[in-house]
């Protein structure tokens, strides 16, 4: 149907008034911009029932410090005693060490170990066969426990403070100069584990956290998350820390790189979490014995400085090593 001119006339000059309006944009409607991609996780947490023996037994074989005397065993009975010993020796011969290269091949072996297949018939080549003795046991009397437990903390932990992990994240990517390790970053957490501090990292890139221990409850936990992941991040500080040493000619005292990493880590955690919150190493006394005593008027002159922004790294180091006893040779507490 024609229309009528005037009204073609009237739709023309609209049309025209329009287009001069919008600047003869093209005026397609744009599509729905994409939502931008989510974050990788920065942490994957496991439990498993394997790897919680094997950290049993590795803790008995390789602990520097003993359980504190009159502490209850939970696992095992009296009646597998003999099997416990038996175990406990094969470990010792068989990894010396919590950080050994055996060690570190058997958590990463043991963390995705399939449970049904453990010790069917033999256990995974990277474990000594005596823990197998124990393992029908320890399924059917322990894991439930342990593994609850696990979770608990798992759970505790994951709702810490999420607001903040990335955050925190980053201040220590730009502070130790590395990327993050991998996204996400495995920790495996188990009720009882070895080490001073009921937790270690391995070469490999794998964390593993005690879940039962008093100190990792709360922010602390969220420290010690940090700490033990920061380990994976401190190479090209321990580079800058041998060269600040030659240049000075100043001996680097055996624990100053992990005196760092605590004072570090800890700072970066107490600024996102705000003043309130005390620091794992000043908490536990870090500072005041061992092999730190000593360090922190240093660390407070010369370190803290360059986490706020003021100096630069090799800067910060020498002044570190300089203010320190040059006969100072610390080692971790």
């Keep these: 149907m024609n229309q009528p001119k005037t009204l073609v006339a009237r739709s023309l000059l609209c049309a025209l008034t329009l287009a001069a309006a919008l600047g003869c ?13 989510t974050a990788a996780p920065l942490f994957v947490f496991g439990s498993s029932a394997p790897l919680n023996l094997h950290e049993r037994v590795l803790l008995a074989a390789t602990a520097r410090f003993p359980p504190p005397a ?13 099997a416990w010993d038996t175990a406990v020796r094969g470990y010792a011969r068989a990894f010396g060490s919590m950080f050994s290269p055996a060690a570190t091949a058997a958590q990463r072996g043991l963390s995705r170990a399939d449970a049904a297949r453990f010790c069917a018939p033999d256990p995974t080549p990277v474990v000594p066969h005596a823990v197998c003795a124990l393992w029908p046991a320890y399924q059917r009397d322990q894991w439930a426990k342990d593994d609850a437990k696990n979770k608990a903390f798992i759970d505790r932990l994951q709702k810490t403070r999420p607001e903040l992990w990335q955050a925190i994240a980053d201040d220590l990517v730009r502070l130790y100069g590395m990327p993050w390790p991998k996204h996400p970053l495995r920790v495996e957490v188990a009720a009882e584990v070895g ?15 005690a879940s039962t221990d ?12 940090f700490h033990e992941a920061s380990h994976l991040m401190f190479a090209e500080v321990e580079k800058a820390l041998a060269a600040a040493g030659e240049k000075t000619g100043r001996p680097v005292p055996d624990a100053l790189w992990h005196a760092l990493l605590f004072y570090g ?3 970066v955690v107490q600024k996102h979490i705000g003043p309130g919150y005390t620091t794992y190493a000043e908490a536990q006394g870090l500072y005041t014995r061992g092999g730190f005593d000593g360090f922190a008027p240093a660390l407070d002159a010369h370190w803290r400085p360059y986490l706020d922004g003021e100096v630069t790294l090799d800067t910060a180091l020498a002044g570190v090593l300089t203010a320190l006893p040059p006969d100072d040779r610390g080692v971790d507490p």
């Design 265 to 267: 880590t800890g700072r």
């Design 195 to 209: 080490g001073p501090g009921a937790a270690y990292t391995t070469d490999a890139g794998y964390v593993t956290l």
């Design 70 to 82: 009159g502490s209850a065993r939970d696992f095992p009975p009296a009646a597998l005693d003999a």
């Design 214 to 225: 008093a100190r990792h409850q709360g922010d602390a936990g969220l420290e010690i998350l």
């Design 25 to 37: 944009q093209d005026r397609t409607v744009p599509a729905t911009p994409a939502a931008p991609p």
